[in-house]
């Protein structure tokens, strides 16, 4: 029922069959001789197409001491080539009507355009010129450098809500490459250079490392003509590399960390998990998983912490979040802002009583079939756009699943059942491989450093399960440029 990964050799010839039998309507699928898979998304409803072009490469395959580096190199990828001027890529989509973007995260960094669809060749040869000849000049290294500083200045360390996320990631991963941020730490982004940028492009830039997707009013023949003609002919720079990282050692110890700002209004308590993410073949954990998240957290009015702590009083807002896109386990997080003048204490205890409890007694039946509605919902109107279902596929194929993956998945989120759940929750709530963070303002660390009783007390609550996803960083949201941040939120749809 679930395909094994397929030997690429297979897999290519897999895909000289258009007429593949569980391709969902309107979904084409091939792969040119140099290596770029390409995925068709046809909709004709308005005369509209997207492009998108995923590289397979992040912030994760970043060296040591070269943090940053991945999105920096997004940044130069605008500078132009020998055809396009610094710039005018983007200019020429705006001055044809479109919009484009780029993003980069931890397993991919992805450009797109969506533009009139007699437009489609346009960008399509921006693109793949792009894809083999960037130029960085000179000048524009060090002044693009200046501009992902501050962009650091300003997303991250102006925002103790980042500040935080950035550490709790540190501290959730000791030796994989998630707990460095995408953005890069601030001394080496400083230390970058335009020699390691262009290093970069050189090793990971190439057609059989990237995932090209046409989606919206384009036929599959069209899309097909247009690859050929405009991606075709760049070589690929040699066989694409298996994405090794270094992996976690087995965690034996729950950590706990706090930070205070005096920016920090409400506290707030995330505690993270490690946990595995969508594997090619192997997704029904992830499945579980998504439904435990959506069961937990999903809604303040009827998800389990939402009615037993925000209905009540106790919490002004809970949520908990995980997505199992990545190429590496990932982790799940559940984040909770207890009501005004709670001691930390006591809400902790609050949430690790819910989780208890919710261990105990397992998803109720209804709630299952309520939660498994609204995901499928709203994964209905995701893909009611040609551009949601691009970032579907554009992103589970970034991340190491094949297409036939994709396509089950949503199969695959139906058929869990409250088994499922429980072993998910089980395994999850009980692991020592978490990390319990408060953020706090200014004054509470006054109290918290006259109060070590508080400490040991929320130590000794451990066995406790305890599933914390924060809704905001468990997530890690992609990295968008500063300068198109008018149009980021495209990015969303
Ligand atoms: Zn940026």
Known sequence: MHHPVLPTALALCLTAFPAFAEMPEGISHFTLPNGLETVVIEDHRAPVVVQMVWYKIGAADETPGKSGIAHYL???????????????????????????????????TAYFQRIASDR?????????????????????????????????????????????????????????????????????????????????????YSPNEA???????????????????????????????????????????????????????????????LATERN????????????????????????????????????????????????????????????QDMSTEQAEQLLDQSLAKFLETGPDEDDLERVKTRI???????????????????????????????????NILASVTAQDVRAAAQDLLTSDATVTGWLLPEETQQQAKSSPAQNRAAKSARPVPASRTPASDGDRPPLRPARNATTADEVQE
């Open 74 to 108: 997004e940044h130069l990828m605008f500078k132009g080539t020998d055809k396009l001027e610094p710039g005018e890529l983007s200019k020429t989509v705006t001055a044809n009507g479109g919009m484009d973007n780029a993003f980069t995260s931890y397993d991919y």
């Open 120 to 204: 489609l060749p346009l960008v399509m040869e921006m693109e793949s010129d792009r894809m083999q000849n960037l130029k960085i000049g000179e000048d524009d290294w060090q002044a693009e450098r200046q501009v992902v500083l501050e962009e650091r200045a300003q997303r991250v360390d102006s925002d103790p809500r980042a500040l935080f996320s950035e550490e709790r990631d540190a501290v959730q991963f000791y030796n994989h490459p998630y707990g460095r941020p995408i953005i890069g730490w601030r001394q080496e982004m400083e230390g970058l250079t335009r020699e390691d940028a262009i290093n970069w492009y050189d090793s990971h």
């Open 211 to 273: 995932v090209l997707i046409l989606a919206g009013d384009v036929t599959p023949e069209k899309a097909r003509e247009l690859a050929e003609k405009y991606y075709g002919p760049i070589p690929a720079k040699g066989q694409a590399e298996p994405r090794v990282r270094p992996q976690e050692p087995a965690q034996k110890s729950p950590r706990r960390m706090e930070m205070h700002d005096a920016r920090v209004a409400q506290p707030t308590l995330i505690r993270s998990y």
């Open 280 to 339: 090619p073949g192997d997704q029904q954990r992830a499945a579980a998983l998504t439904v435990l998240s959506e069961l937990l957290g999903g809604s303040m009015q009827t998800s389990v912490l939402g009615r037993e702590l925000a209905l009540t009083g106790k919490a002004i807002w809970v949520g908990a979040g995980y997505d199992g896109l990545a190429v590496d386990p990932t982790t799940f997080s559940i984040s909770m802002v207890p009501a």
């Open 376 to 410: 499928r919902a709203a994964r209905i109107y995701a893909r009611d756009s040609a551009h949601g279902r691009a970032y579907d596929y554009g992103q589970g194929l970034a991340t190491g699943l094949t297409i036939e993956d994709v396509n089950d998945w949503p």
